[in-house]
Protein backbone atom coordinates (compact mmCIF):
# COMPACT_ATOMS: atom_id res chain seq x y z
CA UNK A 1 0.00 0.00 0.00
CA UNK A 2 2.84 2.15 0.54
CA UNK A 3 4.05 2.03 -2.85
CA UNK A 4 0.52 3.76 -3.88
CA UNK A 5 1.09 6.38 -1.64
CA UNK A 6 4.78 7.03 -3.60
CA UNK A 7 2.93 7.08 -6.88
CA UNK A 8 0.09 9.07 -5.82
CA UNK A 9 2.72 11.79 -4.51
CA UNK A 10 5.42 11.61 -7.30
CA UNK A 11 2.09 11.97 -9.79
CA UNK A 12 0.99 14.95 -7.31
CA UNK A 13 4.01 17.00 -7.17
CA UNK A 14 4.51 16.54 -11.28
CA UNK A 15 1.11 18.30 -11.65
CA UNK A 16 1.86 20.98 -9.27
CA UNK A 17 4.94 20.95 -10.69
CA UNK A 18 3.52 21.83 -14.16
CA UNK A 19 0.80 24.23 -12.58
CA UNK A 20 3.98 26.13 -11.26
CA UNK A 21 5.41 26.29 -13.99
CA UNK A 22 1.96 26.99 -16.93
CA UNK A 23 -0.34 29.15 -14.54
CA UNK A 24 1.74 30.19 -11.26
CA UNK A 25 5.21 31.49 -12.35
CA UNK A 26 7.68 32.29 -9.77
CA UNK A 27 7.99 30.41 -6.11
CA UNK A 28 4.34 30.45 -5.09
CA UNK A 29 2.02 27.82 -3.72
CA UNK A 30 2.34 25.14 -6.18
CA UNK A 31 5.83 24.81 -6.06
CA UNK A 32 5.88 24.26 -2.34
CA UNK A 33 3.09 21.65 -2.93
CA UNK A 34 5.35 19.91 -5.69
CA UNK A 35 8.65 20.23 -3.09
CA UNK A 36 5.89 18.73 -0.19
CA UNK A 37 4.69 15.65 -2.53
CA UNK A 38 7.98 14.59 -3.67
CA UNK A 39 9.94 15.28 -0.13
CA UNK A 40 7.17 13.03 1.46
CA UNK A 41 7.46 10.23 -1.43
CA UNK A 42 11.00 10.27 -0.50
CA UNK A 43 10.38 9.98 2.97
CA UNK A 44 8.00 7.13 2.70
CA UNK A 45 10.74 5.17 0.45
CA UNK A 46 13.65 5.27 2.78
CA UNK A 47 11.48 4.57 5.65
CA UNK A 48 9.28 1.71 4.14
CA UNK A 49 11.93 0.49 2.17
CA UNK A 50 15.06 1.08 2.79
CA UNK A 51 18.17 2.73 1.42
CA UNK A 52 18.05 1.21 -2.08
CA UNK A 53 13.94 2.05 -2.33
CA UNK A 54 15.16 5.27 -1.16
CA UNK A 55 17.46 5.90 -4.04
CA UNK A 56 15.13 4.44 -6.46
CA UNK A 57 12.62 6.77 -5.68
CA UNK A 58 15.44 9.62 -5.63
CA UNK A 59 16.01 9.12 -8.77
CA UNK A 60 12.52 8.73 -9.95
CA UNK A 61 11.48 11.81 -8.49
CA UNK A 62 14.27 13.61 -10.42
CA UNK A 63 13.35 12.12 -14.05
CA UNK A 64 10.03 12.61 -13.33
CA UNK A 65 10.49 16.16 -12.70
CA UNK A 66 13.04 17.10 -15.89
CA UNK A 67 10.56 15.05 -17.81
CA UNK A 68 7.48 17.12 -16.89
CA UNK A 69 9.70 20.21 -17.52
CA UNK A 70 10.49 19.52 -20.24
CA UNK A 71 7.33 18.40 -21.79
CA UNK A 72 5.50 21.53 -20.24
CA UNK A 73 8.18 23.96 -22.32
CA UNK A 74 7.62 22.35 -25.29
CA UNK A 75 5.75 24.57 -27.96
CA UNK A 76 3.89 21.21 -29.35
CA UNK A 77 2.57 20.72 -25.94
CA UNK A 78 0.52 23.43 -26.00
CA UNK A 79 -0.21 24.48 -29.73
CA UNK A 80 -2.85 21.67 -29.09
CA UNK A 81 -4.69 23.73 -26.71
CA UNK A 82 -3.98 27.52 -28.01
CA UNK A 83 -6.11 29.13 -30.62
CA UNK A 84 -5.23 28.15 -34.06
CA UNK A 85 -7.45 31.00 -35.92
CA UNK A 86 -5.73 34.44 -36.40
CA UNK A 87 -8.31 36.69 -35.08
CA UNK A 88 -8.73 39.68 -37.78
CA UNK A 89 -11.76 41.67 -36.71
CA UNK A 90 -11.84 45.08 -34.66
CA UNK A 91 -13.66 46.07 -32.16
CA UNK A 92 -16.00 48.88 -34.24
CA UNK A 93 -15.69 50.30 -37.46
CA UNK A 94 -13.98 53.84 -37.36
CA UNK A 95 -16.13 56.40 -38.27
CA UNK A 96 -14.01 57.53 -40.97
CA UNK A 97 -14.35 54.65 -43.08
CA UNK A 98 -18.34 55.32 -43.28
CA UNK A 99 -18.75 59.15 -43.37
CA UNK A 100 -16.91 61.49 -44.67
CA UNK A 101 -15.91 65.19 -43.57
CA UNK A 102 -18.65 67.57 -44.56
CA UNK A 103 -21.55 65.09 -44.35
CA UNK A 104 -24.65 66.44 -42.71
CA UNK A 105 -26.62 64.89 -39.96
CA UNK A 106 -28.75 65.57 -37.13
CA UNK A 107 -28.05 65.62 -33.54
CA UNK A 108 -29.58 62.66 -31.85
CA UNK A 109 -28.86 63.81 -28.28
CA UNK A 110 -27.31 66.71 -26.84
CA UNK A 111 -23.52 67.61 -27.76
CA UNK A 112 -21.96 68.94 -25.09
CA UNK A 113 -18.83 68.19 -25.36
CA UNK A 114 -19.91 64.45 -26.27
CA UNK A 115 -23.04 63.40 -27.21
CA UNK A 116 -24.90 60.92 -30.33
CA UNK A 117 -24.99 62.16 -33.87
CA UNK A 118 -27.21 60.57 -36.87
CA UNK A 119 -25.68 60.29 -40.21
CA UNK A 120 -27.23 58.57 -43.23
CA UNK A 121 -29.02 56.62 -41.24
CA UNK A 122 -25.82 55.09 -38.92
CA UNK A 123 -25.59 56.88 -35.38
CA UNK A 124 -21.99 58.06 -34.06
CA UNK A 125 -20.41 59.40 -31.02
CA UNK A 126 -20.23 62.95 -31.59
CA UNK A 127 -17.41 65.32 -30.38
CA UNK A 128 -17.90 69.69 -30.41
CA UNK A 129 -16.35 72.55 -29.00
CA UNK A 130 -19.39 74.19 -28.82
CA UNK A 131 -22.75 73.28 -27.58
CA UNK A 132 -25.17 71.88 -29.78
CA UNK A 133 -28.92 70.94 -29.10
CA UNK A 134 -30.74 67.59 -29.58
CA UNK A 135 -32.56 67.31 -33.08
CA UNK A 136 -29.88 70.75 -34.33
CA UNK A 137 -28.51 69.81 -37.82
CA UNK A 138 -24.55 69.06 -37.54
CA UNK A 139 -21.90 68.73 -40.10
CA UNK A 140 -18.48 66.35 -39.33
CA UNK A 141 -15.55 68.37 -39.68
CA UNK A 142 -12.86 65.51 -38.74
CA UNK A 143 -12.27 62.35 -36.69
CA UNK A 144 -10.42 62.02 -33.49
CA UNK A 145 -10.04 58.32 -32.60
CA UNK A 146 -13.92 56.71 -32.81
CA UNK A 147 -15.33 59.75 -32.16
CA UNK A 148 -16.70 62.23 -34.95
CA UNK A 149 -16.06 66.14 -34.73
CA UNK A 150 -18.86 68.26 -35.60
CA UNK A 151 -20.49 71.55 -35.93
CA UNK A 152 -23.49 72.89 -35.75
CA UNK A 153 -25.14 74.34 -39.56
CA UNK A 154 -25.96 77.53 -39.63
CA UNK A 155 -29.09 78.45 -41.19
Known amino acids: MNIFYIIVLLVLGALFL??????LPGVTIGAILALGCYA????????????????VVVVATLLLSLITVILSLRAKT??????????D????????????VGARGVAISRISPMGTIEVNGKRYEAKSDLLIDQREEVEVVGFENFSVLVKRVDK
Do not use: D
Open 78 to 87: WQKLSLQKNI
Open 40 to 55: GAIYLGFAFYGTTAGV
Open 89 to 100: SVSSELPEHSVA
Open 18 to 23: VAEIVL
